[in-house]
């Protein structure tokens, strides 16, 4: 079906309601977004637009009720607020100040104010601004204005025009079938109104936006329907500017929906959309809903619009927007480079603020690289190997659709109904002052209870940043007096060889010890990357003749404003000669160093082709704590999985993880990091983490339950 559909569009014939809802349901994700990009390339070549703008919602008091909406409150009531018109100039000026080619004002239906303030607040912003592009009011206000006014949507919309309006906002859509708008906002204009409005400006000459607010109740049928209803009327009028989906924000709602949308259905959704609204030039990737990582990622799924710097906007901020209120120029900018597309200032009506960046947006007929990176990537595919200086360029020079392309093709990636894997994990810092040690083992007795209900299989003792020696054979013999059934793992290399050297031992001798005492599994931390390779692998051999599980660490760099890809290749290059000699290793971390700042599309990109250069029996894990993209705000406990930051989770078997790894109890919700992972496509399984015994070539979940020493494997999906 896949196969139909792409030629379908190659062939310049447009997807019907039927095909868009496969898409929706069954399409591979990679897939899905190479067709989309490719449609994008050739409609608006590299250019990627934004634009420098300040969003003004003049008053969030309002007549209605909708059920998802945070925002309104009541006349009188606490928080409310209504900006007088001077206050509003002000606010313009700053934006204007700062090279602002568009105020976009939206906001309640305030039951006070009659049609002429709505008339005298756009008068007066016109007339402090003249060369500003005023675009302003859905068709739920116009509505609201008509009826107060007595008068006709196109009488509201000339008076407004004359007072110098310039275009409309396309909120208020929400989703169109009433089926869902009946529930979730019955008081305000129907679909059908909506529509009637939009028409009306258009045939008036003026031109709108419009979006979709998806991810809360509706289903795939009802956004194939509202998408279905905003093409019809662009084959009648030509007159919308872009489509924006609008990702739902899940606080202070009635309507029992308390979860952010899922990163790849907010991919598919762009995806789908640029698929089949071929009568639209532009897909904008909202990124005050979606998250700065989502929306850079986006840009890869067939989007060609950021949106701009906005400066204040206050209705997905209420609702539980997180991805701040502001951008700067050089962030947007940052982010469209380094999806490897280039950046372009926009009008409000999408024409270049600069003429000579027209040139940008000429079609490109796909993505494209060099012969030889084409090449390499082919080996690749094939199961060869390349030389770092190799490697180090398709890294650095292949775009992020034809290394999944490869990937793909590879065998390489999960298939459905196989099981992406994480291990409960209590945590435990470890440190040279022996009272806290001890403080540790005895808050272990009450986290004990969840290895014992079987809650969390694995203590991780985290010995990353112990520099001096620290014996722990004692506190593994007392976690485990605790803890039976606990697998034990000790992360950070250093304070083994450290540990051992004071006692006057050989590190086989430590590690012989460790393991009697009960040690399973030896991780390697980010504090190691220092440590010497040779004495690095000469610990790991040690710990495996003492039959202690070992896992290694890839981590990414960054260098300045990229990243450093001849590391990451020296360290593949290095693993991979380290598998022919060493057939026990089962994992690796494939993390980012804190300080680097990695983008999303680099991440995936890195972790696409790691999963392309390993074999298949080696597992990639992605630990979501130690890749900032994915979890960048610390300290938030079990809230941490409620962050939009965590939406790209549901992206990473796409890209070839095979694990979640450790997944600390304390750090994270696993209910809700697990409805991630079962919205990737791939059954999650909670497992634990000594797995060097199994055959990875067949379902790692079912070998798992088949071992003994497994005490207590959890089957979520
Ligand atoms: S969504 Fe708009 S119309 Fe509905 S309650 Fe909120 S501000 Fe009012």
């Given at each position: 079906m896949m196969r139909e559909i792409a030629l379908k569009v190659e062939q310049g014939n447009r997807i019907n309601e039927k095909d868009a809802l496969w898409l929706y349901q069954h399409a591979p994700l990679n897939e899905l977004g190479r067709l989309a990009n490719r449609i994008n390339l050739r409609k608006n070549g590299k250019a990627v637009f934004y634009n420098i703008n300040r969003h003004i919602n003049p008053t969030n008091i309002c007549a209605l009720s909708c059920k998802f909406c945070a925002y309104s409150k009541k006349i009188g009531e606490e928080g409310s607020y209504a900006y007088e018109i001077d206050e509003m100039i002000t606010k313009a000026g700053e934006a204007v100040a700062q090279g602002a080619t568009e105020l976009h004002m939206v906001g309640g239906l305030h039951p006070r104010w009659n049609f002429q303030r709505y008339v005298d607040m756009i008068a007066a912003m016109h007339k402090a601004?003249?060369?500003?592009?005023?675009?302003?009011?859905?068709?739920?206000?116009?509505?609201?204005?008509a009826r107060k006014a007595r008068k006709t949507i196109p009488e509201v919309m000339t008076d407004l025009r004359s007072a110098g309006l310039g275009s409309f906002p396309g909120g208020g859509a929400e989703i169109f079938h009433p089926e869902i708008r009946d529930q979730i906002c019955d008081t305000k204009v129907s679909g059908d109104q909506w529509i009637d409005t939009h028409r009306t400006a258009h045939t008036l000459g003026m031109r709108s936006n419009c979006t979709m607010l998806y991810g809360h109740i509706e289903s795939y049928e009802h956004r194939v329907d509202h998408m279905r209803r905003l093409r019809e009327l662009q084959d009648e009028t030509s007159g919308f500017n872009v489509f924006i989906p609008l990702a739902f924000q899940p606080f202070q709602n009635e309507m029992g929906v308390n979860r952010y949308t899922f990163g790849a259905d907010d991919l598919r959704t762009i995806a789908v959309a640029r698929i089949y609204l071929d009568n639209f030039r532009h897909i904008k990737s909202y990124w005050v809903m979606l998250g700065q990582d989502v929306a850079q990622l986006a840009l890869q799924f067939g989007a060609n619009d950021l949106d701009g710097t906005v400066l204040e906007e206050k209705i997905s901020r209420a609702a539980g927007g997180r991805a701040g209120m502001v951008m700067t120029r050089s962030n947007l900018e940052n982010l469209i480079r380094r999806s490897g597309r280039i950046p372009v200032e926009r009008t409000t009506l999408y024409q270049p603020v600069h003429e000579n960046d027209r040139r940008h947006m000429t079609a490109v007929s796909n993505e494209s690289a060099s012969d030889d990176i084409?090449?390499?990537?082919?080996?690749?595919?094939?199961?060869?190997t390349l030389a770092p200086s190799n490697l180090w360029r398709v890294a650095q020079e292949a775009?992020?659709?034809?290394?999944?392309k490869a990937l793909d093709a590879s065998g390489k990636l999960f298939s459905q109904g196989?099981?992406?894997?994480?291990?409960?994990?209590?945590k435990m810092d470890m440190t040279t002052t022996p009272e806290t040690a001890a403080n540790q083992v005895?808050?272990?007795?009450?986290e004990s209870k969840k290895i014992q209900n079987g809650d969390a299989s694995v203590l991780n003792l985290d010995a990353s940043a112990v520099t001096g020696a620290l014996d722990l054979t004692p506190i593994i013999e007392s976690c485990l007096a605790a803890a039976p059934r606990a697998q034990i793992v000790l992360?950070?290399?250093k304070s083994v060889v450290v540990t051992a050297e004071a006692a006057g031992l050989k590190p086989t001798e430590y590690l012989a010890r460790l393991r009697a005492s009960g040690l399973n599994t030896l991780e390697e931390s980010s504090a190691d990357c220092s440590m010497d390779s040779e004495q690095k692998w000469m610990v790991f051999h040690c710990a495996q003749s003492a039959d202690i599980a070992v896992l290694p660490l890839i981590s990414i760099r960054g260098i300045g404003s990229s990243l450093d890809w001849s590391t990451w290749a020296d360290d593949i290059t290095e693993l991979r000669s380290r598998l022919v000699q060493d057939k026990t290793l089962f994992a690796v971390n494939l993390l980012v160093k804190a300080d680097a700042l990695v983008m999303p599309s680099e991440y995936l990109k890195a972790l696409a082709l790691t999963r392309l250069c390993l074999p298949t029996s080696l597992q990639i894990w992605t630990p979501v704590l130690g890749i900032p993209v994915l979890a960048p705000q610390r300290g938030l406990g079990a809230d941490n999985s409620h962050h939009?930051?965590?939406?790209?989770?549901?992206?990473?078997?796409?890209?070839?993880?095979?694990?979640?790894?450790?997944?600390?109890t304390s750090e994270l919700s696993v209910e809700r990091l697990m409805e991630d992972v079962r919205a990737s496509g791939v059954g999650p399984r909670l497992t634990c983490a000594r797995q060097n015994e199994i055959n990875l070539d067949t379902n790692i979940a079912d070998k798992l339950s088949t071992l003994r020493h497994v005490p207590n494997l959890i089957a979520v999906s």
């Open positions: 601004y003249p060369d500003v592009h005023l675009k302003a009011f859905t068709a739920v206000e116009l509505d609201w204005m084409i090449e390499c990537l082919q080996a690749l595919e094939t199961g060869g775009p992020l659709h034809l290394v999944t196989q099981s992406l894997t994480a291990c409960l994990t209590i005895r808050k272990l007795d009450s992360h950070g290399i939009p930051s965590m939406k790209l989770v549901s992206t990473l078997s796409s890209f070839g993880s095979s694990s979640l790894g450790l997944v600390s």
